[in-house]
T-cell receptor
Framework: ELKVEQNPLFLSMQEGKNYTIYCNYS?????LYWYRQDPGKSLESLFV?????AVKQEGRLMASLDTKARLSTLHITAAVHDLSATYFC???????????FGTGTRLQVFP | DAGVIQSPRHEVTEMGQEVTLRCKPI?????LFWYRQTMMRGLELLIY????????DSGMPEDRFSAKMPNASFSTLKIQPSEPRDSAVYFC??????????????FGSGTRLTVV
């Protein structure tokens, strides 16, 4: 059974600080996605990582993928309050087209 | 494009009643997915379609749940009879065949279902 685990589950951080969210998955996959969800809202696509070693950056967020370690990271640089949300990683299971989501990381950035 | 459109946004129904959730995918997308989100179980894939054909329904929790996609622009998820434990947010998502050049999966706004 495929497992997609994120840690931490909850993250409270001060503005201006850096932190990393980790996403581990238990099966072979070459595609990994990061989504953001604000309370009561839908899921917004942030990054698509398509190969081993892929790195993408958008503003204060940077995502990377290591398919050999089955690990993806989402790094937050100099956090601001607007980044407060829940972040999900999701793994595209090769050969099945199924997208399986991680447990989510609830991020709260305070002044 | 208006994105993935779901209706209704909110649904409150009594236990035992039939509930129908609707989804219009993005035009041209080949895949359609139904997800359920709860605090306890997170985001669960219920069923997905490729070119209107159900491919995997292993996530459908019980026979009370059924989904159809009669054409490329419309899908329904039906619960009959509904139970309080079905209360959740149900998301529909669609994606093109080739997800490498885009953001892949686009989600609708969701339907918040409350069964009392």
């Amino acid at each position: 059974e495929l497992k997609v685990e994120q840690n931490p589950l909850f993250l409270s951080m001060q503005e201006g600080k850096n932190y990393t969210i980790y996403c581990n998955y238990s099966t072979t996959s070459d595609r990994l996605y990061w989504y953001r969800q604000d309370p009561g809202k839908s899921l917004e696509s942030l990054f698509v990582l398509l190969s081993n070693g892929a790195v993408k950056q958008e503003g204060r967020l940077m995502a990377s993928l290591d398919t050999k370690a089955r690990l993806s990271t989402l790094h937050i640089t100099a956090a601001v309050h607007d980044l407060s949300a829940t972040y999900f990683c999701a793994v595209d299971i090769g050969g099945t087209d199924k997208l399986i989501f991680g447990t989510g990381t609830r991020l709260q950035v305070f002044p | 494009d208006a994105g993935v459109i779901q209706s209704p946004r909110h649904e409150v129904t009594e236990m035992g009643q039939e509930v129908t959730l609707r989804c219009k995918p993005i035009s041209g997308h080949d895949y359609l997915f139904w997800y359920r989100q709860t605090m306890m179980r997170g985001l669960e894939l219920l069923i997905y379609f490729n070119n209107n054909v159900p491919i995997d329904d292993s996530g459908m929790p019980e026979d009370r749940f059924s989904a159809k996609m009669p054409n490329a622009s419309f899908s329904t998820l039906k619960i009959q009879p509904s139970e309080p434990r079905d209360s959740a947010v149900y998301f529909c998502a669609s994606s093109p065949l080739d997800r490498s050049y885009s953001y892949g999966y686009t989600f609708g706004s969701g339907t918040r279902l409350t069964v009392v």
